[in-house]
Each structure stands twice: as structure tokens, then as C-alpha cells.
T-cell receptor, first 116, second 117 residues
Framework: AQSVAQPEDQVNVAEGNPLTVKCTYS??????LFWYVQYPNRGLQFLLK??????LVKGSYGFEAEFNKSQTSFHLKKPSALVSDSALYFC??????????????FGTGTKLQVIP | GAVVSQHPSWVICKSGTSVKIECRSLDFQATTMFWYRQFPKQSLMLMAT?????????EQGVEKDKFLINHASLTLSTLTVTSAHPEDSSFYICSAPPGQGLGQPQHFGDGTRLSIL
């Protein structure tokens, strides 16, 4: 079984400060990890993913995420937050042992509020 | 690339009406599409997996006869909410991966806000 946890319902950060949105996962095999962003009344937009290779993954809009196998974490980061980054962020995981089935499991979402 | 289009974006209708939502992959073929329901300030709840040319796979607790899914072509899946009632009001989102690999991210439509009066 695969699961993902986002421990923070909301993260507040001042504009220009670094931001971190936390995500931990649980899988039986190797994980495929994703971050998505959702703006109000919109679908989700893909930000970045980790499959294999470098633990630091760079994605869209200056976001990056660090894969930590020992801590089973995949935290989303950005060096300098923008007000326009304010949105709902979802972490998602897919287990390599899912038998080729492409269903992912989403976290509960973290609302990021960047304060001007 | 990998654009998913969802229509309509907003529906308001009377209780007892059936509502059809379309999800199209515009520049890729999707043998699989996913339908989600999202309640205010909550995460996505997977309702069903739509499989081209075969029956949809529904998640536990989702009424098959209430939420009819048809995936008649490689670019179109539809969700029909039959005899909709106010408790069916929600934000419905579809998605599709543009390939078969497990590392493929899903691409999402912009969602449909369904309001049943």
C-alpha cells in the first residue's frame, strides 16, 4: 500500500523568505513522488517529480524538492517566496510495486500563504 | 503539451437533473483517466479510474449507478452524475497521464464546479 502525509494544513511565510512544505510517504517498493499546485477553482498543475537519480529535483517556477530516503520525505522548497506562490500544494506518491497501475495517492494538501 | 480540457467549468441545475462532464486529452491519447471529487478545503478523493474500451473501476463507497463513467475513445472520458441532489454539489476534476510509465505525472483538467439547487 502507498500513503503520503502532509503534516501542515497551512504554512505562512513572508515574501522573500525561503519556504518549505513538508511531505512524508510510505511505500513497499521504490517511490515515484510528485508535487502539484492548485490555484482557486482550478485543476492541479504539475510542479516536479522524483523517480531516480539526484536527490534534489528542480521544477517549475523556481521550486525544488529534496528526496530523503532514510526519512521517507520529499519536502518542497523555494529559496525566495513570492506572493503569487500562495496556493494549495499537494504531494503525491506512486509505489513501483503498484503493478503498473498508475493510480497515485495524494496528500491532504498544504495551503501556502505568502505575506507581502 | 499534455493538455487536458474539462467542460463545463461551472454547472448550476435543479435537483433530479442529470449532469454530464467531459474530459478530453487534447494532444495525447489517454487509455486511462481518473475522476476526482474535491470538497472545500480538502484533498482530492479518487472516485474512479476510467479505462478506454472497458468498464471503469470505482473506488470503495462510490455509487456506480450514481456516477456513470464512459471512456469511449482514447481522448474522451465522461462522468454523468445521475439524478443529482444537493449533496452531490462539489468540485469534480479529471486527470490523465500522457504515457504508460509509472513516472508519468498526471495532467489535470481545470475542474467542474457542480451546484445542485
Amino acid at each position: 500500500a502507498q500513503s503520503v502525509a502532509q503534516p501542515e494544513d497551512q504554512v505562512n511565510v513572508a515574501e522573500g523568505n525561503p519556504l518549505t512544505v513538508k511531505c512524508t510517504y510510505s511505500v513497499s517498493g521504490n517511490p515515484y513522488l510528485f508535487w502539484y499546485v492548485q490555484y482557486p477553482n482550478r485543476g492541479l498543475q504539475f510542479l516536479l517529480k522524483y523517480i531516480t537519480g539526484d536527490n534534489l529535483v528542480k521544477g517549475s517556477y523556481g521550486f525544488e524538492a529534496e528526496f530523503n530516503k532514510s526519512q521517507t520525505s520529499f519536502h518542497l522548497k523555494k529559496p525566495s517566496a513570492l506572493v503569487s506562490d500562495s496556493a494549495l500544494y499537494f504531494c503525491a506518491v506512486r509505489d513501483e510495486n503498484s503493478g503498473g497501475y498508475q493510480k497515485v495517492t495524494f496528500g491532504t494538501g498544504t495551503k501556502l500563504q505568502v505575506i507581502p | 503539451g499534455a493538455v487536458v480540457s474539462q467542460h463545463p467549468s461551472w454547472v448550476i441545475c435543479k435537483s433530479g437533473t442529470s449532469v454530464k462532464i467531459e474530459c478530453r486529452s487534447l494532444d495525447f491519447q489517454a487509455t486511462t483517466m481518473f475522476w476526482y471529487r474535491q470538497f472545500p478545503k480538502q484533498s482530492l478523493m479518487l472516485m474512479a479510474t476510467s479505462n478506454e474500451g472497458s468498464k471503469a473501476t470505482y473506488e470503495q463507497g462510490v455509487e456506480k449507478d450514481k456516477f456513470l463513467i464512459n471512456h469511449a475513445s482514447l481522448t474522451l472520458s465522461t462522468l454523468t452524475v445521475t439524478s443529482a441532489h444537493p449533496e452531490d454539489s462539489s468540485f469534480y476534476i479529471c486527470s490523465a497521464p500522457p504515457g504508460q510509465g509509472l513516472g508519468q505525472p498526471q495532467h489535470f483538467g481545470d475542474g467542474t464546479r457542480l451546484s445542485i439547487l
